[in-house]
């Protein structure tokens, strides 16, 4: 049995898992993950039998008196084919570290992945009502282009990261209000023939669905300032993603295989229709 153990935030848990847990499925080992057992309880694996608290509980202090071995791929340099050795020995092993990494494996049972962290109804239900209402459209099963003249729709989902961003790689992804807009008209520009609704997701409390409308008049602007989950499927439930580098837009576009395009800098003239890519191509490159 395998222990899947890290840190820091929820997308970032969620690739590291699925790595491990791609592992484990070539390999016939069963695979747990720590962090989800008693954080991010949104998603479908939560509610599984072995996503327990006390398992958790279990597995850390075991792993914290030596009782379980550990293979930690904490730095970018360390011995990937050592560690996996390690993994094979071993028949209980914690696994550790966000440079994990099993690419070809992770995109060959990745629907397994994305099943997993389907995320609860009560998360997504109410969004998809929002995002149906706020195009005026009705009752649609899905709720993707159901209505009558939906087809003229296209969804932009906008990741405007803000919060930590302030200081994280010396503040160069701390996009103004501005810059976004200008993004999201050259989108619009992009598409002449389609209605573009642009929904932000953001961690900034601060940022205004209006101030973006008065910035943004070719598009129509939806803010609905939900909690992560909500975001995370409102951005799954869009046709295009634009935002800087991270792993909560990065794990939106993994659901459906949503185009995505990095704002890897504040230049708007950077983004055409053939820079937006899929996600095997950006889950390779992970700043």
């Keep these: 049995m395998i222990f899947a153990r890290d840190k820091s935030q929820m997308c970032n848990n969620l690739l590291q898992y699925a790595h ?10 069963k695979v747990i993950s720590m962090r989800f057992s008693y954080k991010y309880r949104y998603f479908k694996i939560c509610h599984t039998p072995l996503t327990s608290f006390p398992l958790y509980l279990a597995a850390k202090y075991a792993a914290a008196l030596k009782l379980l071995p ?15 050795r390690k993994m094979l020995r071993k028949r209980n092993i914690v696994v550790s570290g966000w440079n994990v990494r099993f690419y070809d494996l992770f995109l ?27 195009e005026g459209r009705g009752d649609g099963g899905d709720g993707r282009h159901a209505a009558q003249g939906a087809h003229d729709i296209l969804r932009l989902g906008v990741h405007i990261r803000r919060g930590d961003y302030a200081a994280w790689g010396d503040g160069r992804y701390f996009y103004s209000d501005e810059v976004f807009a200008e993004f999201i008209r050259r989108f619009a520009a992009l598409h002449p023939e389609k209605s573009v ?3 932000l997701s953001t961690n900034d409390p601060a940022v205004s669905e209006q101030a973006f409308q008065a910035l943004c008049p070719e598009v129509t602007v939806h803010c609905f300032q939900g909690s992560a989950p909500e975001d995370l499927f409102m951005l799954s439930e869009c046709d295009y993603l634009i935002g800087p580098p991270s792993t909560y ?34 889950f390779r490159r992970i700043v």
């Design 20 to 29: 491990v847990y791609a592992w484990g499925r070539e390999h016939g080992r």
């Design 249 to 282: 837009s990065l794990v939106a576009a993994m659901y459906r295989d949503i185009p995505l395009f990095r704002m890897d800098s504040a230049d708007a003239g950077a983004m055409t229709a053939d820079a937006f890519r899929r996600f095997d191509y950006w």
């Design 108 to 134: 060959k049972y990745r629907s397994e992945i994305c099943d997993l962290f389907t995320l609860d109804s009560c998360y997504c239900d109410p969004v998809r009502v929002k995002m149906q209402q706020a």
């Design 197 to 199: 609704h642009a929904y």
């Design 70 to 84: 550990t293979a930690s791929f904490k730095h970018a340099d360390c011995d990937r084919e050592a560690l996996e």
